[in-house]
């Protein structure tokens, strides 16, 4: 699809949705009715509409720290409702706190802005540029383009303080940031480089500064698969809350948080791949029902109590892992999360 030329309209029309998709009292089809819209009007703004797109759609990059999705595919995220408008809502809640604390802007690293700048960009039409400037980065040339072409269709260009094309993972800023926002994740904190980016970040921001996600944490559960069943086809949407019966956490394999960063200890990776965090052995209880399958999954604390909760969207859908056909009862499981280019937490049968 062609970008549409820029039309003045566009800044009062996405400025007409962000109290719904900042409003956490607007109901599931509201917030999805202005996610939709929004997606229309940036997509119109850039040409990139997202994975039905096969001409752009592409293989995104695989970076040593894991894999950048392509331009289509990182547009195809705006469209997942409770993801978005919990970042949106998470992203607002930290630019105000920080607001009322620092003087003159909110410095803001944007770290995978993607090719719409989903999580910034239509909020910076509510800051004025002496109190908001955010660097766009992405690994994908293409990205930021269209990104500063959202810029200018919002007109919040001169709240773009410049635009990077690098690794976030390796990344040195000049300017301590204030706040830093990264969504590379992926279901079951595999592949996207979530880690490497914050854990490169975290010593690089100002004093007081915030991570956005604040922290992300897999855990190994173990799901019953006949109440499943019989939720997922008597319970009208949305269903996660109702998973919570049929779901027995066994613990946490990895968390993602600067605090817990401090404890990380590094080991070779069992698949030789190089380096990776060693992660604690759970068990899965004795008497727990042998019909239950064993799954690993993320849940997202985004920022301020905004929590991006088991199956609300792709990165919190369960990721069943091949240990887990043998694993039974009784079953001591010892992780690892393996670092580089294909990040993922590993389960080994003791
Ligand atoms: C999941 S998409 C999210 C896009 C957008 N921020 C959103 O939330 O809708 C991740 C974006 O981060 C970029 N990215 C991933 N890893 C990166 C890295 N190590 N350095 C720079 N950009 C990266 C990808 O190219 C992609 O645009």
Same mark, same amino acid.
């Given at each position: 699809?062609?970008?549409?030329? $820029? ?15 900042? /409003? ?7 917030? =999805? ?7 229309? @009007? $940036? ?29 289509? =595919? *990182?547009?195809?995220? #705006? ?14 809640? *930290? ?13 803001? #690293? ?27 980065? /992405? ?18 260009? /001169? ?7 690098? /690794? ?30 914050? %854990? ?11 991570? $956005?996600?604040?922290?992300?944490? $897999? ?23 109702? =998973? ?17 960063? @401090?404890?990380?200890?590094? @080991? ?25 399958? *064993? ?14 909760? =088991? %199956? ?35 389960? %080994?049968?003791?």
């Amino acid at each position: 699809m062609d970008p549409t030329p $820029l039309d003045a309209g566009s800044a009062s029309r996405v400025r007409a949705l962000l109290p719904t998709l900042c /409003d956490p009292d607007a109901s599931f089809g509201e917030a =999805h009715a202005a996610v939709q819209a929004l997606h229309r @009007e $940036l997509a119109a703004v850039t040409g990139i509409v997202g994975i039905e797109d096969e001409a752009t759609h592409g293989e995104g990059t695989r970076l040593p720290g894991g894999k950048a999705i392509s331009p289509a =595919h *990182a547009a195809q995220c #705006l469209r997942e409702t409770t993801r978005t408008v919990k970042f949106l809502r998470g992203v607002e809640s *930290a630019l105000r706190d920080l607001a009322a604390r620092v003087e003159g802007p909110v410095r803001v #690293l944007y770290a995978g802005c993607g090719p719409y700048g989903t999580l910034l960009l239509p909020l910076a039409i509510r800051w004025p540029a002496e109190r908001l400037q955010v660097t766009l980065l /992405d690994i994908h040339e293409q990205s930021l383009e269209s990104a500063l072409r959202v810029a200018e269709a919002l007109g919040v260009a /001169d709240r773009v303080a410049g635009s990077v094309r690098t /690794d976030a993972a390796t990344y040195r800023t000049e300017v301590p940031f204030h706040l830093a926002v990264s969504e590379t994740l992926a279901q079951g904190l595999r592949n996207e480089p979530v880690l490497a980016i914050l %854990r490169n970040l975290w010593p690089q921001g100002a004093p007081g500064a915030v991570f $956005l996600p604040e922290r992300v944490v $897999l855990s190994f559960v173990l799901v019953d698969m006949s109440r499943q069943m019989a939720l997922m086809t008597n319970c009208p949407e949305p269903v996660a809350r109702d =998973h919570y019966p049929v779901v027995l956490d066994c613990g946490t394999v990895v968390e993602v948080s600067r605090e817990a960063a @401090e404890a990380w200890q590094e @080991e070779p990776s069992w698949d030789g791949t190089g380096q990776a965090i060693r992660c604690p052995t759970l068990v899965w209880p004795a008497d727990a029902c042998p019909e239950r399958s *064993a799954q690993l999954i993320a849940r997202v604390h985004i920022h301020g109590g905004i929590v991006l909760e =088991h %199956r609300e969207s792709s990165i919190t859908h369960p990721w069943i892992p091949t240990w887990g056909r043998d694993a039974r009862p009784g079953a001591r499981i010892a992780f690892q999360y393996v670092l580089g280019s294909r990040p993922e937490a590993l389960g %080994r049968l003791l």
